[in-house]
């Protein structure tokens, strides 16, 4: 079935960089996009970018300039990268896979902190 | 970019009442648009797509409609189950998300 999986540290320092992994199964990157969606908590959601099948990436434009997305596709891996992180960054972190626009399965998150 | 503008951001309803959820896209975005649900601690769940199409399994309580730029989500019957938040996304021109609404129980 149909899993995504995201890992990465729980405590980032103010500045540094931030790289999350979205291990996926039960699918092929070259079949379907996968998006990063995050969530402050207590508050709504935020799309971040997406990988598409081709590997071509899309951004959210308030993110574009710190954010990176690429992915492995022999490990079924997609990889986030976002650096001069701020306390605002603090957020669970999801990774989402694409059915058509909408988003049909989605990882259990990782919550991550910005913190000194 | 497309924003998205979701109302009410709370929402307190009985059991058994009919709740509508609104949302308002700065341009029109051809149908593309889902609900989700999300309870707390969990990752958002989709409701519906493509404006009104019901995803698989979820109770046909749950309906949505609307174009252009206005779309809603109706629940009929409001069942405890259905305490959560909700939101909309637009998938037409990339992706945006509506702030979400609150349901809780009266």
């Known amino acids: 079935q149909v899993q995504l999986k995201e890992s990465g540290p729980g405590l980032v320092q103010p500045s540094q960089t931030l790289s999350l992994t979205c291990t996926v199964s039960g699918f092929s990157l070259t079949s379907y996009h996968v998006s990063w969606v995050r969530q402050p908590p207590g508050k709504g959601l935020e799309w971040m970018g997406v990988i598409w099948t081709g590997g071509s990436t899309a951004y959210n434009s308030l993110l574009k300039s710190r954010l990176s997305i690429s992915r492995d596709i022999s490990k079924s891996q997609v990889f986030l990268k976002m650096n001069s992180l701020q306390t605002e960054d603090t957020a669970t972190y999801y990774c989402a896979r694409g059915h058509g626009g909408y988003l049909l399965y989605w990882g259990q998150g990782v919550m991550v902190t910005v913190s000194s | 970019d497309i924003q998205m503008t979701q109302s009410p951001a709370s929402l307190s309803a009985s059991l058994g009442e009919t709740v509508t959820i609104e949302c308002r896209a700065s341009e029109d975005i051809y149908n593309g648009l889902a609900w989700y649900q999300q309870k707390p601690g969990k990752s958002p769940q989709l409701l519906i797509y493509n404006a009104n199409s019901l995803h698989t399994g979820v109770p046909s309580r749950f309906s949505g409609s609307g174009s252009g730029t206005q779309y809603s989500l109706k629940i009929n019957s409001l069942q405890s189950e259905d305490v959560a938040s909700y939101f909309c996304?637009?998938?037409?021109?990339?992706?945006?998300f509506g702030a979400g609404t609150k349901l809780e129980l009266k």
């Open positions: 996304q637009q998938y037409y021109d990339y992706y945006t």
